[in-house]
Nanobody, 118 residues
Framework: QVQLVESGGGLVQAGGSLRLSCAAS????????MRWFRQAPGKEREFVAA????????VYSNSVKGRFTISRDNAKNTVFLQMNVLKPEDTAVYYC???????????WGQGTQVTVSS
């Protein structure tokens, strides 16, 4: 079992920055692909960014590319999402996702609210 706890959300003005963290329990963190998703009110959950187990592969959605940076610290079982030049349309609950193929494992955090005011 893996538990994920997100933190770092809050209220920020457009153009500002926030850094989200997701701390994971368990010994398999360093083998897992970690991803960030977000869900705005009335919308489906959407992919934001992903990082491979060793940080060697990064993937971003087009909507955040160039503004957000995903990173991880395997020694601390933590994944980060640095969000810069925030826009009102970035307002959403942000979720951390743990994904491992062997054995198949998929876990979600409880989410952290990010609100960007115009």
């Amino acid at each position: 079992q893996v538990q994920l706890v997100e933190s770092g959300g809050g209220l920020v003005q457009a153009g500002g920055s926030l850094r989200l963290s997701c701390a994971a329990s368990g010994r398999t963190f360093s083998s897992a692909t970690m991803r960030w998703f977000r869900q705005a009110p009335g919308k489906e959950r959407e992919f934001v960014a992903a990082i491979s187990w060793n940080g060697g592969r990064l993937v971003y959605s087009n909507s955040v590319k160039g503004r957000f940076t995903i990173s991880r610290d395997n020694a601390k079982n933590t994944v980060f999402l640095q969000m810069n030049v925030l826009k009102p349309e970035d307002t959403a609950v942000y979720y951390c996702n743990f994904n491992l193929q062997a054995p198949p494992s998929d876990y979600w955090g409880q989410g952290t609210q990010v609100t960007v005011s115009s």
